[in-house]
């Protein structure tokens, strides 16, 4: 059997997902979400495994032909249980979840049924027509349009709930540069690209039928495939465990909101003279719980509070604090220090955050607005 770059390729992806599974599984630290995303990547392995088989002319042979392998339908509910676990507080597995995973269940239970019907047949030929009285064809067809409608529905499940994070994250940390929400980005971008990619290939295909005359377009397809298992495998067992204890206030929602108004202006005037005597903004990991403390308020007040004064989150509220600390530095000619060293002093924790804050607020660069004012002067 001879492999072409294709195969390597895929080869290659399989092999780093295959390494990275086991050790998701059983890394010292056990979490959750390990488990679904080490099976999520399996799911992709699997995936390949069958692709090679089919260029390789594997598939050709009577007893691999009809391989029962329809694990592509657990991919999508996989990873949305993934980004559930990383981002709900206290989530634990139901049985009664086993419900996403029915569509997989019908078609393994049928590719199971095909398979042991027609895997004495001797010939591949006496197994294709065995496998149309099945209605093989038109089955495949359904789900491969069900693999689509997963992932779409699950990509938008999933979204929803990474923006309704992501907002909580602002209103309870002043961390910009949290790292589940870069990790958890790149894998909406990933998978949105992923399913444009199939659809369009899906549609090309069956208005067009250019798989009757190349496969570039699916070649192309799995490669990508393939890199992003590389990807998912290599960063994930990278990821840091995140606390979810200060994204998450211990008090719930509706009692807050029944007594925060009472103190409201006591509150503001606290927190303003908090931040400018005591500057706990230049403490990079300052979330709204340690602020909550120094005030002697529940931090779902104090969130509420932010949010109904100053009309920002409780991240852009203490950016704020740091781009005035910065900007003074900046345009003090006494302070020979670099502006990393500088926006580090003033409670930015990476290069990256901080010139996305400064450049979102006030339109420049940070060597640009220093070259303003000197030109005013």
């Known amino acids: 059997m001879q492999f072409s770059f294709f195969d390597v390729l895929l080869l290659i992806g399989i092999t780093q997902g295959l390494v990275a599974v086991p050790l998701l599984l059983f890394a010292k630290k056990k979490r959750t979400s390990n488990l679904f995303l080490a099976l999520a990547i399996l799911s992709f392995c699997m995936l390949f495994i069958k692709i090679v088989m089919n260029y390789n002319g594997l598939a050709g042979r009577a007893g691999f032909r009809y391989l029962p392998n329809a694990f592509e339908l657990t991919t999508a509910p996989l990873f949305y249980f993934y980004l559930l676990a990383l981002t709900e507080n206290g989530f634990r597995w139901k049985n009664k979840l086993l419900i996403h995973f029915i569509p997989f269940a019908i078609a393994q239970g049928y590719a199971l049924y095909l398979y042991f019907h027609v895997y004495d047949l001797p010939t591949s030929d006496l197994q294709d027509q065995a496998a149309r009285l099945f209605h093989y064809a038109p089955v495949k067809e359904v789900e491969n349009w069900l693999i689509v409608i997963s992932i779409l529905g699950y990509l938008f499940a999933g979204y929803r709930k990474f923006v309704q994070f992501q907002q909580r994250v602002k209103n309870n940390t002043a961390d910009s540069a949290y790292p589940t929400l870069r990790w958890l980005k790149s894998i909406i971008i990933l998978s949105a690209i992923l399913i444009s990619f199939l659809i369009i290939n899906m549609l090309v295909d069956r208005f067009w039928y250019i798989e009757s005359h190349t496969e570039a377009h699916w070649k192309t397809y799995f490669i990508y495939q393939a890199a992003v298992t590389y990807y998912l495998s290599f960063m994930a067992y990278r990821q840091p465990k995140i606390d979810l204890k200060q994204i998450y206030p211990p008090e719930s929602l509706e009692n807050a909101q029944e007594t925060f108004s009472e103190s409201h202006g006591t509150v503001v005037n606290q927190l303003e003279q908090v931040l400018q005597e005591q500057k706990l903004y230049l403490d990079p990991s300052l979330n709204v719980s340690r602020l909550a403390q120094e005030l002697d308020i529940s931090p779902t007040n104090l969130s509420l509070i932010i ?33 990393l060293s500088l926006a580090l002093e003033s409670g930015f924790n990476s290069e990256a955050s901080f010139y996305r804050v400064f450049k979102a607020t006030t339109g420049l660069t940070p060597r640009a607005f220093i070259e303003q004012h000197s030109a005013k002067d």
């Open 307 to 339: 949010n109904s004064h100053y009309k920002q989150s409780f991240r852009s509220l203490i950016n704020d604090y740091r781009l005035k600390d910065i900007k003074a530095k900046l345009l003090d000619p006494n302070n020979k220090a670099s502006i």
